[in-house]
């Protein structure tokens, strides 16, 4: 076996000897003497082309890497349920779990991200959920040096957190923040972090998007982007080409490839000061529920097109209520600048502090007024409740045939929702088990009634039903079909 193999190496390497000889004999000069071939030469860069390389030497030291560890405490001999460690759009890197020896109960978690410096003192910025948890924090420079790190400032909603070095030098390298409103569709970007562990990763491309939902939390406004980001970016910077900050990398979408989401910087600088001097962001709200418009929906209000906040509830004694805004109102206006999607509500009342009086623009019943309202303060709250089962109907179901759906009367006058025709007005829009509560604002008292309110409708615009679903209640709009 040995004797096969060498005797093709050999063969190999005398072809390439005299490969070589020939190539040189034949590329000697005429007086014989063979001459030193010229280096190799950097090419120049093509105009327009971005110098990245430079870029990267410059910003790279500015960027961290993050490691927090979490004593997860449990029964003996269980193990923490990643799952819940770890969410669906949490990209963090965990490289396993140890247990200490003895038979312990605790179990330590190990978890990496990212981040980047902001100023001399040693403030780190960082997503909030790579240090969620944490019961240690380590950072380390791009020059290898370590140090430990506490939080001083977390907010949860808008997923930052500001970490402080411990004993900081005072030679620290720091990121120059820019300006997210001004960046471009089509920029070239540049993203530097720890994916996996990979300290320093550069990756680069363009922002792919501005102002995503992606269902992240009550101010999501993400910049989409194809720079390659994976478990351990968290908390990241994603520079412009001038070097400055212009996002935090902070979710992934594993389904999908070359599709990063980073945190808007701007929304760092709002809350960077607070979260620095009192550890936590104060937020106003208003105390209402509100949901997305579309062009039936509008057109079933009064408005020529979809824009604006569509109230679906109000909370009882809050802020909207003692302002006299009712559920089915639509939100046009925050102080005169105007509300074009319904996520940016939450995002523009956020921006007040608790006890600033705002001015909305509300449209009541196709009719325009200016509402003053005084914010609350914003609290934790907790999610509502799943949605609930229904009780059996204790009427036999009786079908509209306009809007595509059957419905039942139950004892207590409740209109539910039994049957959905598929591919009719309602399909898509209803399901079974919602309760039909009002038809363009008039309440539903019963099967009948419906029928009535459905039947002496204007027939050029759509149906617009508040429908409960669980706990919650909506507003749909339905076009009805003829017959």
Known sequence: ????????????????????????????????????PAPFATPPLLTGTPDVATLVARVKPSVVNITTVQEVRGRRGDAPDLGQLFPFLDPRQTPGMRRP?????????????????????????????????????????????????????????????????????????????????????GEYVVAIGNPFGLGNTVTMGIVSAKGRTIGAGPYDDFIQTDASINPGNSGGPLFNLRGQVVGINTA???????????????????????????????????????????????????LDHAHGALVEDVEPGSPAESAGVKAGDVVLAVDGQNV????????????????VEVKLTVLHEKQTREVGVKLAALEDRSERAADSEIGPPSAPGAV??????????????????????????????????????????????????????????????????????????????????AG
Not at 13 to 30: D, E, N, R
Not at 264 to 280: F, M, N, R, S, W
């Open 101 to 185: 020896p003895g038979g312990d109960d605790v179990t330590k978690q190990q978890a990496l991200g990212s981040g980047f410096l902001v100023d001399a003192q040693g403030h780190v910025v960082t997503n909030a959920h790579v240090v969620d948890g944490a019961d240690a924090v380590k950072v380390r420079l791009a020059d290898d040096r370590e140090f430990k790190a506490k939080v001083v400032g977390k907010d949860v909603r808008l997923d930052v957190a500001v970490l402080l070095l411990e004993n900081a030098p005072n030679d620290l390298p720091v990121a120059a923040l820019g300006q997210s409103e001004g960046t471009r569709v």
């Open 340 to 355: 074009a999607h319904a996520e940016d509500l939450p995002r523009m009342v956020a921006t007040h502090h608790p006890g």
């Open 252 to 302: 992934i979408n594993p389904q999908g490839k070359g599709i990063g989401f980073a945190i808007p910087i701007d929304a760092l600088k709002q809350v960077y000061t607070e979260l620095v001097a009192t550890g936590h962001v104060s937020r106003g709200r208003l105390g209402v529920v509100i949901q997305g418009m579309d062009a039936d929906l509008a057109k079933a209000v009064g």
């Open 400 to 481: 509209s045939s306009s809007i595509g759906v059957a419905v039942s009367e139950q004892q207590d006058g409740q209109v539910v929702i039994e049957r959905v025709a598929p591919n009719g007005p309602a399909d898509g829009k209803l399901r079974p088990g919602d309760v039909i509560e009002e038809v363009n604002h008039q309440p539903v008292a019963g099967a009948s009634d419906l029928s009535t309110k459905i039947r002496t409708a204007a027939a050029d615009k759509p149906l617009l039903l508040r429908v409960r679903r669980g706990e919650s209640s909506r507003y749909v709009a339905i076009a009805r079909s």
């Open 1 to 36: 076996m040995q004797r096969r193999n060498l005797i093709p190496l050999a063969f190999l390497a005398l072809f390439m000897s005299t490969g070589c000889q020939h190539a040189a004999s034949a590329s000697a000069p005429a007086d014989g003497v063979p001459q030193t």
